[in-house]
């Protein structure tokens, strides 16, 4: 596994549960941190305790549900059946580390890779490592991705966004998005005195102060509040690759392919990605992995396409605030497509009477 963010760690676990010898390599050490939402959605909790990862009580926070504010309106929903997970980044990877290490995998922490080759994997101390699959899980900016020749993809929905902690006690058990003409507010409290805040915007410039003024009652919620971790910043945008491996190397997570960080998925992509991945690596049929994989795009690529459609329109915004909050079953019903407990046509067929709402 190229890449020891929780992509990598959840493909070498996977793998390593299906018999595999693995070894991570990743020029960072322990714990990696990234600018995230920090949430699970309900759909990624359940392969990562297939994966054997849990958190104690005093580790995360439930999220019963999405409340969407907005326009002087709010909305809620909660999820089907279970909630959703508040917790740290840091946390998670530190978990998932453990877990790693408890398994047996080598884990090469500060160890740069320089390049693959048909005899194995070059590290920058001069080894070579012998591998009969290599993963690459080297993030959005993948070098793995370019080695193997598996660049050409489509770039859409290009933001920004910028995530820091308060020292504040939960005022909700909502992931809590909030809309405003030019950015998007996003709040998952992750620990009983730790809530994360994003905010997401199509101005680079922009940075989190300024985005915050957008959101005066979260503005105002947070007043006085202890800062307690510095503000990181990280591009999100949509990429769908044309091919997800080549030969015997494959990708996964985000080297494999983005979506925008509005779904709250990408965890839960990269998790259910793993799983598969490493059945087809134990078959021998890579092929199915490309299939696999384009088909787990699927949901989240059509929710941030419906979210995304309300970036910028402050008038939309306000009438999908009114017909939540008119119908909320329509508002039920799309959350459980986001999350995957009710397939694109049942929920789609049920929306219709709300798009009619919309645009009437």
């Known amino acids: 596994m190229i890449g020891g963010g929780p992509a990598g760690l959840a493909a070498a676990i996977a793998a390593r549960q299906r018999g595999f010898r693995v070894t991570v390599a990743d020029g960072a050490c322990p714990p990696i941190d990234k600018a995230c939402g920090e949430n699970l ?67 090469l922490w500060g160890t740069p890779v320089t390049g693959i080759s048909r005899a194995g994997v070059s590290l920058g101390d001069g080894r070579t490592i012998e591998a009969h699959w290599i993963v690459g899980a ?49 709040v998952a409290h992750v620990t009983e005195d730790q809530v994360c805040v994003g905010l997401m915007s199509r101005d680079p410039q922009l940075r989190a102060d300024e985005a915050l003024s957008c959101f005066p009652a979260l503005e105002a919620r947070l007043r006085g509040a202890q800062i307690i971790s510095r503000e990181r910043g990280a591009q999100s945008l949509t990429r769908k690759l044309r091919r997800v491996h080549r030969g015997k190397v494959a ?36 092929n199915r992995y490309e299939r696999e994989h384009r088909r787990l795009g699927l949901r989240p690529s059509l929710m941030a396409r419906l979210m995304l459609m309300l970036d910028g329109r402050p008038w939309l915004q306000g009438r999908v605030m009114k017909v939540f909050r008119a119908r909320p079953e329509i508002f039920r019903r799309l959350l459980a497509l986001h999350v995957g407990e009710v397939s694109p046509r049942l929920a789609l067929d049920g929306l219709t009477f709300g798009w009619g709402l919309l645009t009437t």
Request: include cysteine; proline fraction near 3%.
């Open 41 to 107: 959605m309900p759909d990624a909790v359940d392969p990562l305790e297939q994966l054997g990862i849990r958190f104690s009580e005093d580790e995360c926070h439930p999220l019963q549900g999405v409340r969407f504010l907005g326009e002087g309106l709010a909305a809620d929903a909660n999820f089907p059946s279970r909630s959703a997970i508040g917790v740290r980044r840091t946390t998670l990877h530190r978990r998932m580390t453990e877990r790693a290490a408890s398994l047996g995998i080598e884990l």
């Open 138 to 186: 080297d993030g959005v900016n993948s070098r793995v991705r370019r080695w193997a020749g598996l660049e050409a993809s489509q770039r859409t929905n290009v933001r920004w966004g910028f995530r820091r902690h308060y020292r504040i006690a939960p005022w909700t058990d909502r992931i809590e998005l909030y809309w405003a003409r030019h950015a998007q507010g996003y």
């Open 251 to 286: 990708l996964v997570g985000d080297a494999s392919g983005t979506v925008d960080v509005i779904t709250g998925e990408g965890l839960g992509l990269a998790f259910n990605q793993a799983l598969v991945l490493a059945d087809c690596m134990r078959t021998g049929d890579l």
